[in-house]
């Protein structure tokens, strides 16, 4: 079956009257029990508000106003439904009558002064409680009460207080009978939100389409189409299909024939030539791989020059007075300090010797190293070329040493078909649209590569002056460093102990005078002292003015020191200009006694140092990631090795999967648009149907839950049952109808069948599927209020007439949609008369005469003789029997079996109109050769 013709029926819309709709059934809300809730749900639903509507029914179903089990209706209710459940299916009225009674209902209807009884608030609870589930698309949850039943129970004991407890109908069974009609505006509503619809499909407010304007150049010709693949919600909105009653034409048609088509290609072979041509397909993948490295090498060479002074100064000076008064200022300029001092001195008969020696011993030695550089850069490359390939050669040879010139013509082969239009009849029928339908199938089949990628080794991110004693070890946990060199501490303190006893500790007139010594100060090799410090352990000397000590480092004379009266600098740092190697620390005292100092100098590592260390690990850090990087380039090329024999694989794979049997490839077709007709009409996705558990106890294996397996059986076997899927007939539209993203992979479907191939690449499909006979009120009650079986959620019986044997279900999945009819044939072989006896079929007795009707019905109808189809001609009365009870039925050919009597037989659709024929191209060739011939159904032996 490829396409459907259809003949729609129109038909008028009409309103029932109130007394009609009331006979149809049950109103949920008359006027005269509508609750104020109800009435401004009312207006809600007018108004289309969907979300506020819901809200406050879902705010209602969890107030105590609604009704959630039997008990909240009263005692008196729940012992007259109890009753009256148990023998609603007998009509004996006296029983029933005496069960109202017992329950004590009387004071449930009785009035109060505003004219309102009790019944009036639960009737209202209950239909509301109803509308709300039903809205909700939850009224058939398995642990609900049966409120359907319940609300008609109530109306019935209602019709029976209205009637003074006495219904004047013979059968009350009816009154249990009648459905429960919900307010007809809350089933038109649209569960969608306008707004966001027209944001979702912009085209719908679109104004004057048709102006032109003006379309600027293309700005990035780079602009590339990417399908959104972002797991997002599954809508809410539901649809509500129309069902539509049609004749149901059906377009049946079978291969008749292959017959050679256009040219596709000639060879020619000369006389005496022989020819060889050989078709070689490469594909070839190259990957290379490049690895450089680097390194250095230092090369440190000390140049020592040493320079020594040796000064020896010294100063006597000696004053003899016998009296003296000296009164003035004294200034002081030594070690770089000015100090001014007020002095008056009186002296009688006394002679003073003042003794001032100064012995200054410098000793200078300077250590220039000189570092010779020498940087050795090799760089070492590997390169690894992979190559991989895949070659198919075909070799076609001819030989024609010995013949005549030979001219081989290569043909397209088209496929004829012929077709015929078939009527089943009136038919309920829903008509959709669905997107892209192949969409799932494709997906369903992706199979993604199960290797690792490797994961790429970040390059070093740290610069090599970056590099730190402080960040040493988090370097070496962050790239795996081994046999790293460990850092020289960027700086260090030496110290220098300064210590000695310049004069007598006596007192004041003992008095010490002036002292110099000198101190080695060895700064450590690969550093240079920066500054220095004095940490003053002891300095003692007389009371008295002018004590002073300093202690002097480096070529510029910079010093510590100390002077009577707390003037120092010993806590500060004081600068030093870089030196190196061996220096003196000179100390000068004056009337100081005895001292200890520690010199503290800071030294800071040199540059060239400092960057030899950073270099070696920097080293280190590189070949690490080189290492990591020849590792990963190895494994990324097995990944990608590995990975391309799995698409390769996967790609015949599709190749066989799209290019089966085509009664498999519409079988698979059926199946699809199955699901998504289920899904459109009940609103779910499958999702729930998992009764068969993977693992349970104790043993582990598959197991099912029995409870929801019955509950989904239901479902299952009410969609399964209710439309007529071998019946289902479709068309496929184009890939522009689909996602634009998704064009170029769609147009990239290949397959040898064309109406696969057109599955595999459709944007869109229009479907038509049959409602069974009979079943139009189930599909109907299932689209208004989402409830199977009518509501019931019971599967018929078998005597019922909604029933579906299994045996008939195999039938129809076998495509046998014939009726067996009552009769036997009688046939004669080549002969194109039947004989039908013991039926009286086509005889009206009211008339009395031959049933024109039935006949007329029977013409070009389908007659199924022996598993053969032929079609009916005419039907005329045999009048050699005289009861009406023989026939005899002309067929459009001669019967083709053996001559037999007494031969079931059946019908099926009626033709509708000439048979004709089309051609489908193929993608096969043909060698034309006067020997052989293209096939033809049935095949024989064929000749040019």
Known sequence: MSELLRIFTTRAVEMLSPNDTQSFGIQSHPENYQSDRFKNWQMLCRENNVSTLNMEMKQFLQSKDSI???DDLGKEWKKAIEGLSSVRNTPDKSKIYSIIKEAGLDTVFAKDKKDKSLYFTQRTAISDTILCLSQLKNLSHPSNMDYLSVFTLMTFVERYYDFNMKLPDYNILKYFDKRVLLPSCFLKLDPCNTEI??????????????????????????CTCKVNDDCVPQSKCCAKPRIDIIDLMIVKDYTKSYQAGDLSYIKNVLEGEEL??????????????????EIRQFEEKYLQTEDKASLQKETEN??????????????????GTYKLQADSKYSNNQAKSLTNKEIVNSSKEVIDRATKQVEEKVRKLISTKRLFETEEINEHSFNNVSGGNISGQYLYVNKLSRAQVYNYGRKAVIDLVLPEPASLYKRLFETKFQGTI???PVAPDIKQEMITPENYKSLISKYGLKDVPAPPDFFIETTVPLEGEPGDPKGKNNKSGSWTSAFPCNIPSGYAGISMRVVNIRLNYNEGGGVSINASLGPNGDSMWHQDGGLNNLGNMVPLPSIEGTQMVNVHAWDVTNFKWDLIVRCKLKDDVKEQWQTAVFSKITEVYNKAMEKYNKEFADYQKAKEEFELKEEELK??????????NRETEKAELKRMVISYISCQFFDRFDAMKNRVEPCGYPEMNIKEAEQQGRFIQFFEQAFNWNLITYIFYPYFWGKKCSWSEKLKEESNDLIFKKFLEAGSCRVMVPIRDGYFDYVSHFIAYGEIWGGTGILPLP???????????????????????EGGLSVTNAS???????TDHYWDYYGPGVSALRINADIDREIVIDCKVYRIISITEDTSVSAHTSWLITLERNYEGSTASGLKWSTGAVFIGAPWEFITPTTLTFLRDKSKCLPSYPLKNCSE
């Open 832 to 838: 194109n008369i039947v004989v039908l006896s013991n």
């Open 276 to 293: 060889t041509t050989k078709h070689r397909r490469l594909e070839r993948t190259e990957e290379l791989v490049e690895t450089e490295e």
């Open 655 to 664: 190749k066989e999967r799209y290019n089966k049997n085509p009664f498999i």
């Open 197 to 222: 619809r027209s944001a979702e499909f912009p085209f719908l407010n679109v104004k004057d389409s048709l102006t032109e304007t003006k379309i600027p150049g293309c700005i990035n010709e780079k």
């Open 318 to 335: 000696i004053v003899k007075q016998d009296s003296a008064f000296e009164a003035g200022v004294t200034a002081n300029a030594d070690w």
């Open 68 to 70: 959630k089990k039997a």
């Open 799 to 821: 005597n019922d007439p909604h029933y579906v044997s299994i045996a008939q279900e195999i039938k129809e999945q076998k495509e046998n949609f014939y009726s067996d009819r």
């Open 454 to 456: 490797p994961v790429k």
